[in-house]
């Protein structure tokens, strides 16, 4: 767009990068800003240095905290036996609001991705595997991708031997779904997953 | 959310605070800002303040600008008889990217809004009445909303002895648009605006 000033450019730029936010939605992020007061444009510019600064990594788990154990790992009522291994820390979250996971979690940073260069050396592997006692379950709760059945698959072998019981989330149809929608990958899981009831 | 860290959630919710983006975009921006590299995101801080700081709002047209007046108010190749009147900055590249008006514009700030308290002079009307000239045509183009008609009506009726000419974009049928989805409100106007082929 010609005639739109530089700096506005550039702020447009700097909200497209976001995943799922096109040039439309930034230009219209950034018109908003620019018709707020400086004192909220101000406070979301401090909102984000303020993130990057306090936050951390986990000794533990490797999910984000503002110390350097995690509430999560330091809350005594949490069954550490119980190790739901996930790929990022947004990934906790989604479980959080469950309300219904009482163990405790071991973010990996990713999967493994041969093809990006991204080996057992990349992720927090080592660490899980200290971690582990012989009466832990682990629950290798990755992705439902190519990439995170790999992962699941490598993590099951490396931990057969020095853990209770390995297990992978349910696949299956999501609550709420419709059989004439579904997709056949996930309608052979749900028919070869299928419980009595 | 339990368990997520204050400052997390301070910019999940600074980002939920935009139109359009809701709780769960807020989040995964959230997540994206903590995953980036700290130069990243003190480039969007940046990009931000640096907006706030160096836009001030053109003397002529009340556009925006890096300048004291803005680029499209010093091209000497625009038609200055020819002004667009608009509701907001935004709008005036919504009219560039169709590299079809070659006028000026006129920012109002606003429609007139008198539920919300808006009148007159809380927009930037004085200085178009002071900015038009007899051969002048104005082209009131706010939106086609209840304010915005009343506000091209109002304006129609103050500069209507001081201008050549006083238009209102056309209404009808979006192109793209389907008549049988198309609402009655429009369809009215289409009919009443047909023009011969």
Partial sequence: ??????????????????????RKTARRMTFQVLKSTDESAAQLAKA??????????????GGISEHNTCDICQDSKRNTDLICVVEEPADIYAFERTNSFNGVYHVLGGVLSPLDGIGPDDLNINSLVGRVTATCEVIVSTNPSVEGETTALYLAKLLNSKVASITRLARGLPV?????????ATLIRAIEGRTSI
Avoid: H, W
């Fill in 1 to 22: 767009m010609g005639f739109v000033p530089d700096s506005v450019n550039r702020l447009i730029e700097q909200f497209a990068k976001f995943s799922g936010i096109g």
């Fill in 176 to 184: 709420g779904g419709d059989l004439e929608y579904t997709d056949d």
């Fill in 48 to 61: 984000i240095l303020e993130m990057k600064t306090r936050i951390v990594f986990c000794d533990i788990c």
